[in-house]
């Protein structure tokens, strides 16, 4: 199997991008894959989320040409889970890049060396499409969208659409849509099934089957540093990622 390269985009904040990365990630990894997560976002988000440092050297080191990829590997509570720590220096990352040279494909050059060594590298961008997430949708081949089902939602999934769009035709030919997966759903308010209805009948197979439910265990995880599987493996939050692991590896 060749490296399947994922990266889980949504300019909106708080939508569950992190956590349906590190879940993901460690379900895949527990059925035996070879996985590294990257935090691509200056929050560090996803490296508390699985307990590692962000003083060590992370990918905004390995961006610059600091630290090669393969020195910045963290281990995680999950066997198999792997991961390249993020911190504020990438905050700064979009404008260091502006003038420089091919400046959307520092990432992709910097990841050249270490794919083969994986069956999947999931990256988790930050709240924006600044040239820090264009430099991720360079690299991809598969973009998963996390959607809360709010009133909202929809509003900035046109512009997020447009944006894969342009890079597909102008950067990336290889960039494709993975799938829609809806997080923090509430079955019981019609305004989430509103939300669902509306996005399924236009997106229709793009959207996954599995629908990730609003789970209190789901948020306490990350203070703990344990991804869900470890965490409380038997919560509605664990069997969901669960369910969306077996979906991604049946579309990938
Ligand atoms: N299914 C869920 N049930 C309950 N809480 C959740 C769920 N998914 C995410 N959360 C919580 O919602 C908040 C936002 O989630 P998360 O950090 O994954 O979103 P994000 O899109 O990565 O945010 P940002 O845009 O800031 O990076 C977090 O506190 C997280 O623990
Ligand atoms: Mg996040």
Known sequence: MSVKKIIFSNQKGGVGKTTTTVNLGA???QMGHKVLLIDLDSQGNLTSAVSGDPKLPGIYEVIIGKCPASQAYQTTPVKNLFAISGNINLAGLNVELVNELAREFFLKNSLSDIEK????ILIDCP???GLVTINAMCWADH???PMQCEYFA???LNLLMRTIGNVKKQLNPHLNILGIVFTMYTARTRLANDVVDDISSYFADQVFQ?????NVRLSEAP???LPINVYDGSSAG???YESLAEEVLSRV
């Open 210 to 214: 599995t629908r990730i439910p609003r």
């Open 238 to 240: 664990a069997k969901s």
């Open 154 to 156: 929809m509003e900035g």
């Open 143 to 145: 973009v998963i969208i």
């Open 117 to 120: 060594e994986w069956d999947f």
């Open 223 to 225: 203070s703990h540093g």
């Open 127 to 129: 709240p924006s499409l």
């Open 27 to 29: 379900y895949l990894a």
